[in-house]
C-alpha cells in the first residue's frame, strides 16, 4: 500500500520560498513509470495540478508555475519536494502530493493521495 504523506511549514511569508516534502512509503520514487506530482487547492477554487517528477528524475512544470517551481527528490529518503518561490498571498493553498503509475495502459488520474496540509502564504 503506497502512502504519501506532505510535510513542511504552514506559514511562509510573502517573496520568500515555499517549501514541502512529500514522504514516500509503500513504495519507491524510483520505480519505473511512476509519476509524483505536486497539487494544490487554493480556498474556493479547484485542484490544480503544479508539476510532477518521474522515476529518472525528468521533472514536467505547469507552464503558468514553472518560473517558480522546482521539484527534486532524495532517493536515499524516499521523498521528493517542492519549491515555490516568490509567493504572494494568492499562492495560499491545501497542497497535496500525489502519485500515479504512468506506463502501458495506465488509466488517467492520480492513484495516490497524501492527505494535504495547509499552506497560509502572510505576514
Known amino acids: 500500500q503506497v502512502q504519501l504523506q506532505e510535510s513542511g511549514p504552514g506559514l511562509v511569508k510573502p517573496s520568500q520560498t515555499l517549501s514541502l516534502t512529500c514522504t514516500v512509503s509503500?513504495?519507491?520514487?524510483?520505480?519505473?513509470?511512476?509519476?509524483w506530482s505536486w497539487i494544490r487547492q487554493p480556498p474556493g477554487k479547484g485542484l490544480e495540478w503544479m508539476g510532477a517528477i518521474g522515476a529518472s528524475g525528468i521533472t514536467y512544470d505547469s507552464p503558468p508555475l514553472k518560473s517558480r517551481t522546482s521539484i527534486s527528490r532524495d532517493t536515499s529518503k524516499n521523498q521528493f519536494t517542492l519549491q515555490l518561490s516568490s509567493v504572494t498571498p494568492e499562492d495560499t493553498a491545501v497542497y497535496y502530493c500525489a502519485g500515479m503509475w504512468g506506463g502501458p495502459s495506465s488509466r488517467p488520474g492520480m492513484d495516490y493521495w497524501g492527505k494535504g496540509t495547509l499552506v497560509t502564504v502572510s505576514s
Open positions: 509503500g513504495g519507491s520514487v524510483t520505480t519505473n513509470y511512476y509519476y
